[in-house]
């Protein structure tokens, strides 16, 4: 049997007339104070009444007004108009007026914090490091936000596996504050050891992780792993690689880390890898939009003191996207990254805007140290920092993305995205890896990764070359709607533009370089379509991009990839495959 509801909707109400009724003048100076979420003339919404009372009550409780609670709030809409207008009141709930003389002042009563008493299972952790953490002090006004923070932060804390807080009311107006901390594991260690067998040779490797998540008491994250690996070669060759790493993250979210890779294979090469780094990051906290990450210093070295011909000739040619690993260089950079949300989980179902921003440069302090000391440069006019050129550069990023949730079931998402970068004194090209790339499952989708730009640029003889396919300038602008079929699967439809360029004329990139009368000719755009799926713990995402525009056409006039001008599956479109959501 089945059962159908037809509902018809009918002229919506508006607000005419709205007011706050409330004896008590702290709470109704709040409520008229010209901020409310009600407003007369606007649609009649108990979503908006609702927030309103969400506002008042967070105010109150952190101004210290501990036993203020939503639930004392109401209104009333009287409709009886006749005209599809509603008069609302604000109103305390008739069970405050009948709240005895004692319950009456503890509702008008501010609270402050007379002691804070932490409480620990076992004693794991330092009180130093446990004050740190809490956003509560003694002679502080009772405030929510204050203990949502702690909770916040002390919850992050490596060491912790549970945290409460209590308060007990003392006297007339102090409440003292218990906070019971449990500790979860402290330590774990993970070994492996595998065969393997690639090509007809025969080959061990053994890793070894350890962690300790309170290495000083003070909820600091220990971990180090190394792992060694032998393959003997079928030709008689051997090929050795052993790897070691470290990190130490502090709760004061600063996190150091190193690492050093070696590489051995008589035959082929001899590599060494070295990676360090400090950072420190303020995450977003509750009420806030806001998260900020300083890479203070970042150090990528790479040393190749010895490739065979037979080596570079088989897998390092101009083509190959492995090029760029083997070329010595040394960058020691720092950058700064910012980014901004007002996405609400509370109410998932209201549109929300994306921002983030990127500043790096690298190589200043190396110049300014090397022209100090009077160094000797090499042959290029470069300053040498263990035998190889230092960077020097910067490079900015800016992305705006827009969530416009028209219900919960269809999203239409739009993105920009624009990166800039300029090398500079002892560099005259950025290092492979910080240089932009186009196209790929999180770009423009009707080109495999850097397959697209620079420019108008069309590879050499009509062929794809990595190594030339990269450029200084990047815009992205994408357009995508979200349809949801069933609750873990997504269809969606999109358009892509954008393209990169070269910020210098480049004789190996020709038509690549950015001009301002040119750089709109050279847009490329593509459309497609795609499926997601909701796997709960991650999104596997496939999406199907069609060339639209093609800017490395041009000089052919075929730039309008049409039925007519050969629109074909093996150059023309693109299928992707991801995790996540391209933005």
Not at 16 to 31: F, G, L, N
Not at 33 to 40: L, T
Request: hydrophobic letters at 40%.
């Amino acid at each position: 049997m089945y059962l159908t509801y037809l509902i018809t909707a009918r002229q919506p109400y508006q607000l005419r007339h709205y007011e706050a009724d409330i004896p008590y003048e702290e709470v109704q100076a709040i409520a008229t104070d010209g901020r409310s979420k009600v407003k007369e003339g606007d649609r009649f919404s108990t979503q908006t009444l609702d927030e309103e009372r969400d506002r008042i009550t967070t105010i109150m409780r952190n101004r210290g007004y501990f036993y203020f609670e939503k639930s004392m709030l109401e209104f009333t809409a009287d409709s009886a108009l006749n005209s599809h207008e509603v008069d609302v009141t604000l109103h305390f709930a008739p069970y405050v007026e009948h709240l005895d003389s004692a319950a009456q002042k503890h509702l008008r009563t501010q609270y402050t914090i007379r002691n804070i008493d932490f409480q620990l299972d076992k004693p794991f952790l330092r009180k130093s490091a446990l004050k740190r953490a809490c956003r509560m002090h003694t002679g502080d006004k009772y405030a929510d936000w204050r203990v949502e923070r702690t909770y916040a932060r002390m919850n992050a804390l490596a060491p912790v596996k549970y945290v409460d807080i209590s308060f007990t009311p003392v006297e007339d107006s102090l409440l003292d504050c218990s906070v019971t901390v449990s500790r979860g594991r402290l330590n774990s260690i993970s070994a492996e050891v595998e065969g393997t067998y690639s090509a007809g040779d025969w080959g061990v490797a053994a890793g070894l992780n350890y962690s300790n998540r309170n290495i000083f008491h003070g909820a600091e994250v220990l971990t180090l792993g190394g792992r060694a690996s032998y393959e003997w070669r079928s030709n008689g060759g051997r090929a050795i690689e052993a790897k070691a790493e470290a990190g130490l993250l502090f709760p004061s979210n600063v996190k150091l880390n190193v690492a050093y890779n070696y590489q051995q294979r008589p035959e082929e090469y001899t590599r060494t890898i070295l990676n360090a780094g400090l950072s420190y990051t303020i995450p977003r906290l509750p009420g806030t939009r806001w998260t900020h990450q300083f890479n203070l210093i970042d150090i990528n070295y790479i040393y190749v003191p010895w490739m065979s011909e037979d080596f570079i000739n088989r897998f390092l040619n101009r083509s190959s996207v492995l090029l760029a690993s083997y070329e010595d260089h040394f960058i020691v950079d720092w950058s700064y990254l910012a980014s901004y949300s007002t996405r609400n989980s509370r109410f998932p179902n209201r549109s929300y805007l994306e921002f983030a921003v990127r500043a790096e440069t690298a190589g200043n302090a190396l110049y300014a140290l090397s022209l100090a000391a009077k160094l000797p440069k090499n042959d290029n006019g470069q300053y040498v920092l263990w035998k190889i050129p230092f960077s020097q550069y910067a490079k900015g990023d800016i992305n705006f993305t827009y969530h416009g949730i028209i219900d919960p079931k269809h999203h239409l998402v739009g993105h920009i995205g624009l990166g800039v970068a300029l090398p500079y004194l002892n560099a005259q090209v950025l290092p492979f890896e910080k240089r932009y790339f186009g196209g790929g499952a999180n770009g423009i989708r009707g080109w495999q990764a850097r397959t697209l730009g620079p420019g108008a640029f069309s590879g050499i003889d009509g062929l794809v070359v990595y190594d030339l396919q990269v450029g200084d300038i990047k815009l992205d602008m994408n357009l995508e709607y979200r349809f949801k079929i069933l609750s873990f699967m997504e269809l969606a439809a999109f358009l892509d533009a954008g393209n990169i360029w070269t910020i210098r004329e480049y004789d190996t990139q020709p038509n690549g370089v950015f001009k301002w009368n040119t750089f709109y000719k050279q847009l490329a755009w593509s459309y497609g379509v795609g499926v997601r799926f909701d796997l709960s713990l991650l999104i596997f995402r496939i999406d199907f991009g069609v060339k639209l525009h093609d800017p490395s056409r041009i000089a052919e006039g075929k730039q309008w990839r049409t039925a007519p001008n050969g629109l074909g599956w093996k150059d023309d479109m693109t299928l992707h495959f991801a995790i996540g959501y391209p933005f």
